[in-house]
């Protein structure tokens, strides 16, 4: 905890009553928020002697952070650093460093609240050297469009859209499937020969001369998620007709990018045509591009509004693993609206903001510490045979169009590779004949790491390449300079050496290595999660079995999760069965499947698919599911084909389930209090240590804060026993809703009883022993469950995702009793706990299921019967007079016991991954909000 975080909280009963207005009325809802003092920076690294001119310092963006300050001293001690420059991008570098002389470097963030501490050091050396003018130079940091500066905080939210697969239709393909650092910033799937990278080229016949190798993208498929197969590709990924070029120093790029350039330098929003970029936006311009091809990211038909509700509404980076820890610090588990608030001020998540995200990313992304550099500022020198290559590049006239530091003169050439006919390239853009054939000159920077090579992906690897400049190109037009394509006449040993400069001389190891900031996330798509197709089949007409496909994320909650078949009897019925087990070949179609079954109609070609939702039921986690399908066919024995087994296992966080009084949706607990005297509800928002405060409601209501939108966050809400109304304050947008249920003497207990992940409305009558529920998903309960004198006690008790009816009996015969209706197993009930106890039933032991618990007022202990074995366990933990509000206040999947102290206004919290908390927040009078619901 943060000593600045103290000082906020220590004023905190001072400052609410400031901007605060004294109306109690739910119709007038007023809030602000305060941002949290940063934290201090990470991963600081200068760079050690890759530079004449400068040192570079590096570290992970802060959240929350607006600017960061750099501060150097030629001894590691920070108060004698001085400031030497700020900058809101997440490097800097340092020019009026001394060469030869080692610098600690020290990086403080910064934003409106106050500033961090120092991060710890890091040392860097400026090299000595000199650099020569002339065409090949060390490279310089791109520059940015004055309408999109780099900050810190834009760039971190365009790399976790850049790695993000929800961002296709079928949530497989991310710009990063197609972009690894590791391959140059080229697709690792392209492989000559491979029939999954093959396109057929422009006569369409497959294994001819003119097949193209480049990246497989999605399957064809409509709005409603289903395949409805391609030509050539049938229910297979599409390829690309062209191979991905690279994605790294792309931002020095003058023209347009693609290939061909028809990524305009003017950047447009999306949606309304507006310009927003006038010069250097072509890489905002190239990113919208993907999301929406049919081909590459999209279902046909698709647009921007489509996309970018899609990232509104999804959990970043919810399919990928192994995610760097600097990126996950910053998410912070926040959502798309949130990480947009920071980068750009307001949450909205809109097409052009998108491209300016993941523009900014790119522009970190300039591979300038090379063998290839070191050489140009004559720090160090190439091997004998690199320079020996270095000469043939020189007097063969490669440098004529791979000139500069990036080796390119980025300008379009026809070199001979395929006829013009095959694909016009720069001539499709400019409509010009003389620009037929004609494809940009790639940057040769990490060049050995992205084979095959050229914009067909025709060359497996770079003495290929060679060879075809060797030989002076392989086809003729008009439009080829043949002044510089025309056959060389280079020996082995020559070709070898150029090869040889062209490899480790131009690749940076942090590329190759992906090294910050070529770290990344690993994808869904290179994971044991994808589905799985193994066993046999029951073939039938023409012999061929029928051709499951399974390739979309099994992910909980997924709303569509697609599944085909092919290679089947045209426009005939087909089953699609999934269960627990393998529904088997058999001799009669499976009648059910305890996870899915339904019946389609083939398409003529024996096509068909099937989208499903799978539930957010937090209990599907980890389970394996079994599907095949079953074609009618007569030639087939027993009358049916059947497909070969596919096999998947869902996933998803343990934490999936919304945590308890987790007002930002990072699921954890918030430390939150109601202050009756005047209707103000307080929160201090754990994401970022903000607090937030609400005008809300009157102190007679009843509070009954919980998540009744689904959007993964608790709403302000109460009830108003006097007049039976609800009164719900929405996360989203804070406006507010309101509507009649209830009467006089009920108790709220509100809870998820559907199981859709919204909060349903409930009542419960102790006059009667009745409960009235208004189920989100349409419908009223009324169920019969209590005694006159009962508490409800609502909870998840057997972890199926829906909210169980349950009771709290403090006077039972013997002493106190637990009644519970769980949704999934029945009733169940329990002696435990004495008439003068605190019911605070909870998930304390992270299995899922909310463990029964008490806590005694009289000695302060704590007692929990685990929901595993129900055996119990005891410890003290408050004094006489705290409230207990026990919450998962560390983001564990696991209640921790706590206490609010209204003596001191202290919350004392026991963390079980995090130790003690202790945390002034409130005034003596104040209602926690985690023990809203306690009896």
Known sequence: MSRSKFVVLAAFGLFGLVFLAFDHSPVTVKGRSFAAVPSSPTGVNASDGDYVNKIGVMWNAVRGATTYRVFRSTSNDPNTATEIGSTAANYFFDTTAATSTNYFYWVRAENSSGNSELSSADQGLRANGVIVPGPQVPLEPPVSPTANPVTAAKATLGKVLFWDEQLSSTRTVSCGTCHRPAEGGSDPRTVIGDIMARNPGPDGILNTDDDIFGSPGVPRSNASGN???????????????????????????????????????????????????NDRGSLESQSVGPPLSPVEMAHNGRDWVDAAARMNGVKPLALAWNIPQS???????????????????????????????????ERTLFSDRTPFDRWAAQIEPLTPQEESGRQVFINNQCAACHDGALMTDHIFHNIGVRPTADDPGRGAVTQNPEDNGKFRTPILRNVELRGPYMHNGRFATLEDVVAFYNRGGDHNAPNIDRQLIRPLGLSPQQQADLVAFLKRPLTDVRVRDELPPFDRPKLYTESNRVPVISGTGRAGTGGLTPNAVAIEPPLLGNPSFTVAVGQSLASSSATLVIASADPGVGSSIPASGDFHRSTVTLNPAGQGSVSIAIPNTPSLIGRTFYGRWYVVDPVAANGFAVSRLFTFTIFGEAQAKPAFMDFDGDRRTDVSIFRPGLGEWWI?????????????????????????????????GLWRESTGQWFILRSEDLSFYAFPFGTAGDIPAPGDFDGDGKADPALFRPSAGLWFIQLSSGGFRTENFGLP????????????????????RANGPFGAEWWINRSSSGVIAFQFGLSTDKAVPADYTGDGKADIALWRPSNGFWYVLRSEDFSYYAFPFGLNGDIPVAGDYDGDGKADPAVFRTSQSIWYINRSSGGLGVVPFGLSGDAPLPAAYIP
Request: charged residues 20%; hydrophobic residues 35%.
């Open 789 to 808: 004198g009962d508490k409800p006690i609502v909870a998840d008790y057997d972890n199926d995702g829906s909210s169980d009816i349950a009771i709290f």
């Open 327 to 361: 990126l996950q610090e910053w998410i912070g588990g926040r959502t798309y609206p949130e990480l947009f608030e920071e980068a750009f001020g307001t949450p909205e998540v809109t097409p052009a903001r998108i491209a300016l995200a993941i523009a900014t990313h």
């Open 227 to 277: 395949y409805i197969g391609a030509p050539i590709f049938g229910l297979r990924p599409q390829v690309t007709n062209r191979k991905s070029p690279t994605y790294l120093n792309t931002a020095y790029e003058p023209i347009g990018l693609f290939w061909d350039g028809r990524a305009e330098n003017i950047f447009r929003d999306p949606l309304s045509n507006a310009v927003i970029l």
């Open 684 to 716: 201090q928002r754990s994401s970022n240590e903000s607090t937030v405060a609400f005008q809300f409601g009157q102190g007679t209501d009843k509070l009954v804060p919980a998540d009744f939108t689904g959007d993964g966050k608790t709403d302000v």
